[in-house]
């Protein structure tokens, strides 16, 4: 995002460089070197007034691009009457010429007028530029053509005068225009660049984050996938056929952990409860109350003797919550043979076991440390 | 419990047939057998003739869609009907508002013929019966007009909840299997003595008291949790 920022700015930067360029080569063309043919031809001229007067929209105009220049900003809806401004003081100035005087230091209008508008038009596409000095062009050779004498010097003077006329300004407006497609290109291959890397850094989030994953269950299950590898382990041993069905409900929960649900504790542990479910063990399952979602380590610690009785229960298991804002208990009462269940990490956590000769009960207690929410009762 | 030869009877009115049909298959095998007599989903049938004499009226919630019958039920109640709720909703809310309208028990229709049949027996003799899941919808009750339960009893709705065997629940506590009973029968009379009167929660309300189970100051005091219960009632 800031590389796209970046970039706009130096393309900006460079852009108003060449403005600025523009803008003085203009000024030296338009207002200096026309302003002296103008005052030298004064005398010449019929119609002075109309003259200085076209001399000066051609000096409004310049100045409305040194003032945007300023403030930083395109011509934008400006550019029309601009280019309007521009083409009008070269008609004025044209058709009042003194007779047989076109294209030569009195037509002081034929070099100035085609800079200045190219000014107003640095920044569009070439064939506007071209259809502008086309217009420019158009204006001389009507002038000369309907208002005066077409002698074969007067065309000599307008050819010569026309390739300096239209092609400097032209020169200008391709080189303009070629900076701008390389500024362009650069700006996409930039966005380009940054579209990769975001692409990378999720790539390496998401492999770290799996990493992670991968870690927790690397201590229990890894080993167990190995001594079946290896024949240590043999599938038909009871036991092995235990840590099994204990491994693939972790595994389940972990991938549950990471679904956006409203109540995630209970989201885990129906997948806990599906893993039962499957081997065709009648499962019941009731929740009561509303309570606030536990942090995940501690929903694991919750989890985790049921999931083991769970994953054990010979035929049936039921499977319970019931909590309010002081106290989620977890159990699950299930005929699986004896679990060994580990001390929760956290101090918040309790769990208790209960055994009879067929059945196991386990309840997970957690007490949410204090946060300040009064007890209702 | 009951010296009279008479059976005892019970009227369903649920609108599924498989329902009424498997209900009866319960009561049939029932030792002693209950009478069963189907409404088969018509409300006027527990009003008249043979329902009407019946012991028991076994309601589902739901006869229309989206609809609970609580209007039903609480003129069934209030003309001292004794009435089980079986409902296919789980949620605490109905539970609770079931029993506050005077249902003497709320099973819920994943509770099958090892709770029903013995619902139906105790609303026979105007007893309440609490099953599992209406233990947790009580234990999970957070609204501002539950009566006060003590510790204890708060940990026996939630084992009973948990375990669904009272011989779980009664090991594990050290108690006997009649001491978990009268805990639950304590929650039972604590609840038919806040809300809104009605004829069969002041039968059991003064049942409670003639056995013992609960004295007048503990009613009192478990009445009168707060000042906007009060107006409540």
């Known amino acids: 995002m800031s590389g796209d920022a970046a970039e706009e700015l130096a393309r900006s930067q460079l852009l108003r460089g060449l403005r600025i360029a523009t803008l003085l080569v203009a000024a030296v063309i338009a207002l200096a070197l026309g302003g002296s043919h103008l005052v030298r031809s004064l005398d010449v001229h019929d119609h002075v007034l109309v003259q200085v007067t076209s001399f000066v929209m051609l000096g409004a105009v310049l100045a409305g691009e040194a003032a945007l220049l300023v403030l930083r900003r395109p011509w934008g809806r400006l550019r029309r009457p601009a280019i309007a401004v521009v083409l009008a003081a070269s008609v004025l100035s044209s058709v009042t010429l003194p007779d047989g005087q076109t294209s030569t230091t009195v037509d002081w209008m034929f070099g100035a007028a085609n800079f200045v508008g190219l000014v107003v038009l640095l920044d569009r596409p070439l064939r506007i530029v071209g259809a502008f000095l086309a217009t420019h062009e158009l204006i001389a050779v009507l002038n000369l053509v309907l208002l005066h004498d077409v002698t074969r010097d007067a065309l000599l003077r307008l050819a010569t005068g026309s390739v300096n006329v239209i092609g400097v300004p032209l020169c200008v407006a391709v080189g303009a225009s070629a900076v701008r497609g390389i500024h362009a290109a650069a700006l996409a291959s930039r966005q380009e660049i940054e579209r990769v890397r975001t692409r990378e850094a999720v790539a390496a989030e998401a492999h770290r984050r799996r990493q992670h994953r991968f870690a927790e269950i690397a201590a229990t299950s890894v080993p167990l996938l190995e001594g079946l590898a290896d024949g240590s382990l043999p599938p038909d041993r009871p036991d092995v056929q235990r840590r099994c069905a204990v491994e693939a409900a972790r595994m389940r929960r972990l991938f549950a952990e990471s679904d956006t649900v409203e109540n995630p504790l209970l989201h885990e542990l129906r997948h806990c409860a599906d893993l039962a479910d499957r081997k065709g063990v009648v499962v019941e399952f009731d929740a009561r109350g509303h309570w606030p979602t536990p942090p995940l380590a501690v929903r694991r610690e919750l989890t985790d003797a049921a999931l083991t009785a769970l994953a054990t229960a010979a035929s049936w298991a039921r499977v319970t919550v019931v909590g309010d804002a002081d106290l989620v208990s977890v159990s699950v009462v299930a005929d699986c043979g004896d679990v060994e269940v580990h001390d929760p990490a956290s101090a918040d956590v309790r769990v208790e076991t209960f055994a009879t000769d067929d059945m196991m009960w386990i309840e997970a207690r957690w007490q949410p440390a204090r946060q300040g929410t009064p007890s209702r009762r | ?233």
């Not at chain 2, 498997?22 to 057998?33: H, K, L, T």
């Not at chain 2, 409404?39 to 609970?68: F, K, M, S, Y």
């Open chain 2, 1 to 233: 419990m009951s010296a009279d030869p008479e059976p005892t009877s019970a009227v369903i009115v649920d609108d599924h047939v498989a329902v009424a049909a498997g209900v009866r298959y319960w009561c049939e095998q029932a030792v002693p057998p209950v009478r069963l007599v189907d409404a088969a989903g018509a409300l006027a049938d527990v009003w008249t003739g043979p329902g009407a004499d019946a012991d028991v009226v076994v309601l589902d919630l739901e006869l229309v869609p989206g609809n609970p019958e609580f209007g039903e039920l609480r003129r069934l109640v209030d003309s001292g009907r004794r009435v089980v709720v079986y409902s296919q909703h789980v949620d605490n809310a109905t539970a609770i508002k079931c029993i506050e309208l005077g249902a003497l028990a709320y099973l819920t229709k994943r509770e099958g013929a090892e709770h029903l049949v013995p619902a139906i027996r105790a609303a026979a003799e105007g007893l309440p019966y609490t099953g599992p899941s209406l233990s947790g919808a009580l234990a999970a009750d957070d609204t501002s007009t539950r009566p006060q339960l003590s510790p204890r009893e708060m940990q026996v709705l939630r084992a009973w909840f948990a375990s669904s065997s009272k011989e779980l629940v009664a090991a594990k506590l050290n108690i006997t299997v009649k001491t978990v009973d009268t805990y639950i029968t304590r929650v039972r009379v604590k609840y038919a003595n806040v809300g809104r009167p009605a004829r069969t929660k002041s039968e059991l309300v003064g049942r409670a008291l003639d056995d013992g189970l609960l004295t007048l100051a503990e009613l009192n005091s478990a009445a009168a949790p707060t000042p906007r219960e009060r107006r409540r009632s």
